[in-house]
């Protein structure tokens, strides 16, 4: 497996072994101090960043490596004067491994087709593999497994983490439940939903998307939720937004819905008193911020893998 586009394209053994690496990189750093030495990341961004953008660099760094920041809105492509198969050829023979974070996820896939080099999806509408990668090793660290564990996922069911999660999820035999509004501008798209439903039949694991927040969290393991505010969505609808969302908001009535020890967890960034309540966020079942900081050991276990050495 050369590329990271997404986990639908990963065998569910693949996956279960980058989780393990991760969690050995975790415990065993110095062990990878020097795995990237003479090695170049190339970080491509047209979307604005935090955590994807220092979790990488950082993570690169820390095993030898060299991590290279390019600011797409500023450069030629924007401009029109470069395309992205130009681009992607050039830069393909300067460096070790690429991470684009964009918008379309039509322009991922082509950096792959045509890279020299291995590229991971750091981020398009579409979908947030590496986010979803880090879930899954926080799930397995506090709850011991995966398969036959239940997670809810509440609010904007149209975005990339619901269509990651829902990938992942039903790949790794979880059961998952999307909450949201209806409306095709707030549900998962049609092939996503018919993509996991034919994982989720092969492992075991099951898809229901609901309008009825209560009936999602039901006696789940997990509760996941995710900005209603996706970078791409224009300002102006965030007031009927919120007004759409607010039924599945995460606080702690729908929580009682799930079992005691339900996870709570969110991507981040997160706004108290919209998506959730800080009540949630800042619970003693909230794992918000393990989420985050094992997007560092999953993506350093990813890059290894596919330069394969490790």
Not at 6 to 23: C, E, G, K, R
Not at 232 to 253: C, D, G, L, T, W
């Amino acid at each position: 497996m050369k590329h990271l586009i997404s986990l639908q394209d990963w065998p569910a053994t693949l996956i279960s072994d980058v989780l393990a690496l991760a969690a050995e990189v975790k415990h065993k750093p110095q062990n990878y101090a020097q795995a990237m030495h003479r090695k170049t990341l190339m970080m491509m961004f047209e979307k604005p960043s935090l955590r994807t953008r220092v979790s990488f660099e950082a993570g690169f760094c820390q095993m030898g490596g060299h991590a290279i920041y390019y600011d797409l809105a500023t450069s030629p492509l924007s401009s029109g004067k470069e395309n992205v198969a130009d681009m992607v050829r050039v830069v393909s023979r300067y460096v070790d491994i690429i991470m684009g974070r964009l918008y379309e996820q039509k322009h991922i896939e082509e950096m792959a087709a045509l890279s020299r080099v291995p590229v991971i999806n750091g981020l398009t509408n579409y979908d947030h593999p590496c986010q979803i990668l880090a879930d899954l090793q926080t799930i397995l660290e506090h709850k011991g497994q995966l398969k036959g564990l239940k997670l809810a996922y509440l609010g904007d069911g149209h975005n990339n983490v619901t269509h990651a999660l829902m990938f992942g999820c039903t790949k790794m035999g979880l059961h998952i439940s999307v909450g949201c509004p209806p409306g095709a501008e707030y549900m998962p798209l049609d092939n996503v939903i018919a993509l996991s439903k034919a994982n989720a039949a092969a492992s075991g694991s099951t898809l229901v998307v609901t309008h009825d927040a209560a009936e999602a969290a039901r006696d789940a393991d997990i509760v996941y939720t995710d900005t209603w505010m996706s970078y791409h969505i224009p300002a102006h609808k965030s007031e009927m937004r919120v007004k759409v969302f607010s039924p599945y908001q995460v606080n702690e009535a729908l929580m009682a819905h799930a079992k005691p020890d339900a996870l709570f967890m969110n991507c981040l960034p997160a706004v108290r008193g919209y998506e959730q309540t800080a009540g949630v966020i800042d619970g003693p079942n909230s794992v918000v911020f393990d989420e985050a900081e094992n997007r560092l050991h999953v993506q350093k276990a990813v890059m290894l893998r596919l330069l394969g050495l490790a």
